[in-house]
């Protein structure tokens, strides 16, 4: 028997992380009275993921912490949760999502949330226990488990989630050595200037940093150990664990099969909502447009995808739409706070305050006079300044038009 079909429709959300959980719990805020159901490959509840590489790491968060609502929530506002469960193929014709055991769902309102997925580097080796990346609750419990026993540990990759594990492990004791194949810290992320700051910060911290080169493969003297990096110029480097950190991939295996645009992303309107009538994206796995910037971007950041889940929840609901948000992001290493507001590559001018050898200053960006953007270690007030004036002056209705309709593929 065909289950009744409530007026609202039913809403069904793949991906529970920080974008697909808050889309749940949002549309039950918004009024959504329809079923809604929220499907993820994790057989474990929504959780946070920045303190992955810093508190959870240190064993200084118990598991409850991690979760942003308690898991009986979702229960109490009749949000049926579908852990340990993947969706396999979508099928707009029908509106049906396949999963993993065999059955489909039928969606009137679909949502893709997958996220990113870190990039491996197949290296000779890369297979012995001490080698993970960073991204899910069972990469930082092995890499929680590999930090209590190792010595030293290589981070290949020299990003912020480099920077975060490398800033843990020195506190908890761990030599670290990290290789970037750059001639600097955060190249496409962070200013000279603040890559510059970020590497003394290391460095004062008995980090080795080492530049301009790569690795070509994880040595061992056993099958399971691990003994050492080989480099490119035939250096050898000592470790006895290894953190991948070279970045990250979205997620849009479900979504390339429509004929969507996936290319470095899902593109969305401003709303989340993709080419094909009924189907969103939002999260990691997406590239949207910004007010004030050019283009679609993919961001990785929390607060990017919050906010295309209030933008999406809000489409979906007939809600009121809420005013667009600077972009902004955060790092904790050490005790530093790095927060930025704006994109600082899309600047033409940086202007210094304050004074980095204090340990407190912002490097901001100005693009023909403006502000942009703008970099602030220990510096709060600077921050919520600059994100204000950049609100102001980038963040105004900017009218995104939907995506142009594209019809589901011919079976």
């Known amino acids: 028997m065909t289950p009744a079909r409530h007026p609202q429709g039913h809403a069904v959300i793949i991906g529970a992380g920080h974008a697909g959980g808050t889309l ?24 946070q993921c920045p ?99 190792a010595r030293r540990l290589a981070i290949i990759g020299g990003g912020y989630v480099g920077l975060e594990v490398a800033s843990t492990a020195r506190k908890l004791g761990v030599q670290v050595r990290i290789i970037e194949r750059e001639g600097r810290l955060l190249s496409r992320s962070a200013s000279p200037q603040m890559a510059a700051h970020l590497h003394g910060l290391h460095a004062g911290q008995g980090v080795e940093v080492h530049f301009n080169t790569s690795v070509t493969a994880i040595r061992g003297d056993s099958p399971t150990g691990i003994t050492g990096l080989r480099m490119a110029d035939g250096s050898r ?81 007939g809600r009121a739409l809420p005013a667009h948000e600077a972009p902004w992001f955060w790092s904790d290493q050490y005790d530093t706070k790095l927060q930025i507001a704006g994109l600082p590559g899309h600047g033409d001018q940086t202007v210094l305050r304050g004074n980095p050898a204090s340990g407190r200053f912002a490097v901001l960006h100005l693009r023909g006079g403006q502000l942009c953007a703008a970099e602030c270690v220990n510096s709060p007030g600077e921050f919520m300044a600059a994100r204000k004036a950049i609100a102001a002056t980038h963040c105004a209705d900017p009218g995104f038009p939907p995506l142009p309709p594209k019809a589901p593929p011919t079976p």
């Open 237 to 317: 480097l000592e470790c006895d664990a290894v953190l991948i950190g070279v970045g990250a991939a979205p997620c849009v295996e479900l979504a390339q099969p429509l004929g969507l645009d996936c290319a470095d992303g899902i593109a969305v309107d401003g709303e989340g909502r993709t080419a094909m009538a009924g189907i969103y994206a939002i999260g990691h796995a997406t590239r949207r447009p910004l007010a004030g910037y050019p283009g679609l971007h993919r961001l990785e950041s929390v607060p990017s995808a919050l906010e295309q889940a209030r933008r999406a929840a809000c489409a979906i609901t």
């Open 51 to 149: 303190p992955l590489s810093r508190a959870w790491l240190q064993q200084a968060m118990d598991p409850e912490e991690l979760l942003p609502r308690p898991a009986g929530a979702y229960a109490d506002q009749a949000i049926t949760l579908r852990p340990g469960m993947r969706a396999m193929a979508i099928e707009p014709g029908s509106r049906q999502v396949a999963l993993n055991d065999g059955s489909a769902l039928h969606y009137d309102h679909l949502v893709i949330a997958t996220g990113a997925a870190p990039r491996w580097l197949a290296l000779p080796g890369g297979d012995r226990p001490g080698v993970t990346c960073l991204r899910t609750m069972e990469d930082a419990q092995a890499l929680r488990g590999h930090l209590q026993t």
């Open 24 to 47: 749940a719990a949002l549309l039950r805020q918004y009024g959504h009275a329809g079923p809604i159901t929220l499907v993820d490959g994790e057989d474990l509840p929504p959780y």
